[in-house]
């Protein structure tokens, strides 16, 4: 099992460019989640699916836009991508969005927006 | 919403045992604890979670104060491996949204 897989690994960006992030995991799990990770600082939940066909905020959500596209496969789409953006992006999943299920972590994009 | 409050650094012994501590005084019933670690360039891992109990796992254990306003992640034989960012998380039970990441304690294991 190849876990939780993230596209692309780097990308830069100009100011207003778009993009989108993509994510994809093999556990069958129904929850699946984005974070965001500026230097040395915590993670933050910018939006997370509870299962496949819904989508809810998180933290800080503003600025993004997300898609769960099927059970596997969940997206984070910049439309136009600002500075304050530039961070580390982690995509994770668990089998459950409830109790206390275990959040499966992608290895991250790191993203850079000059 | 309730926060956990860590110190930034610790340092440690090879193969001695690590005492991790987070404050959450404004914890709600519905918060689990959870602790995950963070390697160097890689995305956070599992570590172990609890509610009430003390809590043990073949990676660390878990105590958990009486009023819940604090726990202490320990780790028995601290090896060079285990040097990473520790996260102490509270996540509602009630609500999968609700995940509240502090700034962690890095650990440094010197051999």
């Known amino acids: 099992n190849a876990g939780v897989t993230q596209t692309p690994k780097f990308q830069v960006l100009k100011t207003g460019q778009s993009m989108t992030l993509q994510c994809a995991q093999d556990m069958n799990h129904n929850s699946m989640y984005w974070y965001r990770q500026d230097p040395g600082m915590g993670l933050r939940l910018i939006y997370y699916?509870?299962?496949?066909?819904?989508?809810d905020k998180g933290e800080v959500p503003n600025g993004y836009n997300v898609s769960r596209l099927n059970k596997r496969e969940f997206s984070l789409r910049l439309e136009s991508a600002a500075p304050s953006q530039t961070s580390v992006y982690f995509c994770?999943?668990?089998?459950?969005?409830?109790?206390?299920?275990?959040?499966?972590f992608g290895p991250g994009t790191r993203l850079t927006v000059l | 919403d309730a926060k956990t409050t860590q110190p930034n650094s610790m340092e440690s012994n090879e193969e001695e045992p690590v005492h991790l501590p987070c404050n959450h005084s404004t914890i709600s019933g519905t918060d689990y604890i959870h602790w995950y670690r963070q390697l160097p360039s890689q995305g956070p891992e599992y570590v172990i979670h609890?509610?009430?109990s003390n809590v043990n796992n073949r990676m660390a254990s878990l105590a958990i104060a009486e009023d819940r306003k604090s726990s202490t992640l320990i780790l028995h034989r601290a090896t060079l491996r285990d040097a990473a960012v520790y996260y102490c998380i509270l996540r509602d039970y009630t609500n999968a949204g609700k995940s509240t990441f502090g700034d962690g304690t890095t650990l440094t294991v010197k051999p």
């Open positions: 609890g509610l009430t």
């Open positions: 699916s509870a299962s496949e066909g819904t989508t």
């Open positions: 994770a999943s668990s089998h459950r969005a409830v109790l206390t299920d275990t959040q499966y």
